[in-house]
């Protein structure tokens, strides 16, 4: 199983990630999943494979502490609004995976999983780290929507996933949006794949 780690904003992790303009000072092996990200980030399907994989060992990890019977997977969106979302993908892998019963079996988990990948919409593009500009917390929350009114009736648990997070400003975004919507906070978990440093 993979092993879990947390940030001080109690986000879940699996591995750490190192920006590309910094893999120079590093040996291969300290970048592999650094490199492999941005693979993942491309929906390359071998790199979809292993880190859904990891995610759904993640995620029977994390539903232990869950009370609620049934978890939503919930998608960061992209920082583009049209762009192809890696995380949505994966989504779309486990809950496949937990029909046919694979997820129950391999990995353990006795929680129904539910698809809510597309819950949250980007409708206005947002620059990224990488464009030289981090959006602060207002400008996350303006681009993003909720396709659903008062989510309280649903009564499960919402895991929110995401790819790379930084400092947690879009994990925050998206918690706050679910919560405004109707989501007791204790039943919401965050999950990113890694974490920079």
């Not at 970048?31 to 292993?50: G, N, Q, R, T, V």
């Not at 464009?131 to 396709?147: A, F, L, T």
């Not at 989510?151 to 930084?166: E, G, P």
């Amino acid at each position: 199983m993979v092993k879990l780690q947390q940030t001080n904003r109690r986000i879940y992790y699996i591995h750490s990630y190192t920006p590309k303009r910094y893999w120079k000072f590093h040996r291969e092996d300290e970048i592999y999943h650094s490199k492999l990200m941005l693979s993942y980030k491309d929906c390359i399907p071998e790199a979809i494979e292993i880190y859904t994989d990891e995610l759904m060992q993640a995620i029977a990890q994390i539903s232990k502490t869950i009370t609620a019977d049934a978890i939503g997977l919930v998608a960061v969106p992209p920082s583009k609004a049209n762009k192809q979302s890696a995380i949505k993908e994966s989504i779309h892998i486990i809950t496949a995976a937990y029909t046919i019963g694979t997820f129950q079996k391999q990995y353990g988990c006795s929680k129904q999983i539910y698809d809510y990948g597309n819950l949250l919409m980007r409708y206005k593009d947002i620059p990224t780290a990488h464009e030289g500009y981090r959006p602060n917390y207002d400008e996350q929350y303006n681009s993003i929507c909720c396709i659903r009114g008062d989510l309280s009736k649903d009564n499960i648990a919402f895991l929110i996933l995401d790819d790379v997070t930084t400092n947690g400003i879009s994990m925050q975004v998206c918690r706050d949006i679910l919560i405004d919507h109707g989501v007791d906070k204790k039943s919401i978990r965050r999950l990113a794949i890694s974490k920079t440093g």
